[in-house]
């Protein structure tokens, strides 16, 4: 029975926008053998019954209610998921119906393995950053340009998503810019809010643009803050990000979700020769001051990480 499962806890919750590089830090720390990862289970076509909304919101008592408790369900081999929702062809759809979810085979699978804490990679969390810091729970959060996610938004043909927020539209002018880029600072605005207030204990921000620069001082630095000090563990996943990272391709031309086969460092910046001067004067006016803010606080180039400066 699964809610007789005497429970793990959670390693940390890897979070950031969608197209942010959630994935790939995900299978990187899923290489701990201890871990069994969990990947956006508050997904809302798919996830767990009873979420909302994409990226639930820290203001709405509904909201922060269902967190809560999903997370304690998760935690002890009680949750549930939503079989029905979502954009599905038939078979599909009866197979959800027989079977469960993706998210759901995969939580059922987990509780069944011989591990000792949950890795949740869940972008759709990251207005809720505030509140994992309250429970303790180290949170990573992937943070990239608003620019660049736009463009890899685009390749996948996906819509740009603006009815997350409410009372958003694309219009006008650089219409798309300025909403992906009001979007992006209203998804982080409570962690800004949160790191002003309390510090950034509990929380490791990784900046895409950089994290490549110097990947083992990287990894060195991201499993001192979560405690991983045996040797072979943090050997899996600096193996496993220089060996994801370090490949030819650029600049992706297929709608293909992930490429980790790539070479990152290029990839990270390659965004920019896509953007033209005026978008990147209206991303820079909305949300320059935020993206400071946070390269502040990313690893420097010691391998060590920053503190707020105010």
């Not at 806890?9 to 830090?25: A, F, K, N, P």
């Not at 979420?51 to 709405?60: A, C, F, Q």
Request: aromatic share 8%; proline share 3%.
């Amino acid at each position: 029975m699964l809610g007789s499962h005497r429970g793990k806890e959670i390693l940390c919750v890897i979070t950031g926008m969608h197209r942010s590089g959630t994935t790939w830090m995900g299978r990187a720390l899923e290489c701990l053998d201890f871990v069994s990862a969990l990947h956006e289970p508050f997904n809302f076509r798919h996830g767990l019954a009873g979420v909302s909304r994409w990226y639930p919101r820290l203001d709405d008592v509904q909201d922060v209610l269902h967190f809560n408790r999903a997370l304690d369900e998760i935690r002890f081999g009680n949750a549930r998921f939503r079989r029905l929702g979502g954009h599905s062809t038939l078979h599909r759809l009866l197979g959800r119906l027989v079977v469960g979810s993706r998210q759901e085979r995969e939580y059922k699978a987990s509780l069944k393995q011989n591990t000792t804490k949950f890795l949740l990679k869940e972008p759709f969390l990251l207005r809720m950053a505030p509140l994992l810091v309250d429970r303790g729970i180290p949170v990573v959060v992937m943070i990239r340009h608003p620019a660049a996610i736009l463009n890899s938004i685009k390749r996948m043909n996906w819509p740009v998503g603006v009815d997350v927020i409410d009372g958003l539209r694309i219009e006008g002018e650089y219409g798309e810019v300025k909403a992906m880029a009001q979007m992006w600072h209203e998804l982080h605005k409570p962690l800004i809010e949160c790191l002003k207030l309390r510090g950034a204990e509990g929380v490791f921000i990784v900046d895409h643009e950089s994290v490549f620069d110097d990947l083992p001082k990287f990894c060195g630095a991201l499993l001192d803050f979560l405690g991983v000090a045996e040797l072979s563990q943090r050997q899996k996943v600096l193996s496993y990000v220089q060996e994801t990272s370090s490949g030819d391709l650029i600049q992706p031309v297929d709608s293909a979700q992930h490429h980790l086969t790539r070479n990152s460092r290029a990839l990270s910046v390659a965004w920019r020769e896509y953007t033209d001067k005026g978008a990147m004067a209206v991303f820079e006016g909305i949300v320059g001051t935020d993206l400071a803010f946070f390269r502040n606080l990313a690893m420097n180039k010691d391998g060590e990480r920053v503190s707020i400066k105010g």
